[in-house]
């Protein structure tokens, strides 16, 4: 078990210092206010940009952001708030129109790479070298 400091590949700004502060998140994403909705700053820094003394805030999340949610909401028997929260609250808010092209999440079991290829260099996903349990089809 990790403990203490800073995980460079986890490192984002702000920084949610506390559990509470994760689950106040989470609870405006279950909401159903339309003034919540998901926005993902997906930030693919090679590695040796995160694993230095004046690291890049940012994680590279585009592989895995609607999954980690879709979890997120379901295991607080929300599942129902994920297509507007991901897909609906956004465009509203901006005044855009919303997209009609759909995606499929399916209860299917995958694991992240340890690392992807960036240009030269790698760079380490969310959830790295992890199993995560829904998958985009």
């Known amino acids: 078990m ?12 702000p920084v949610l210092k506390r559990e ?3 689950q106040e998140l ?3 994403a279950i909401s159903g206010n339309p003034k ?26 585009a592989h895995a952001a609607i999954v980690v949610v879709c ?9 129902d708030k994920l297509e507007a929260f991901a897909s609906f609250y956004g ?4 005044g855009l129109p919303r997209h009609t092209d759909t995606i499929t999440l399916r209860r299917e079991s995958w694991t992240v790479p340890a690392s992807l290829k960036l240009g030269e260099t ?3 996903p969310l959830r790295a070298g992890e199993t995560i349990r829904w998958r985009v089809t």
Request: aromatic share 12%; hydrophobic share 40%.
């Open 2 to 13: 990790f403990k203490g400091g800073i995980r460079p590949h986890l490192y984002c700004l």
């Open 20 to 22: 509470q502060h994760r």
């Open 26 to 28: 989470i609870a405006a």
């Open 36 to 61: 919540f909705f998901l926005g993902t700053d997906s930030a693919p820094h090679a590695v040796g940009d995160k694993e230095t003394a004046c690291g890049c805030a940012g994680i590279y999340s």
């Open 71 to 79: 979890r997120s909401l379901r295991g607080r028997g929300a599942l």
């Open 91 to 94: 465009a509203d808010f901006y």
């Open 122 to 124: 790698s760079l380490v």
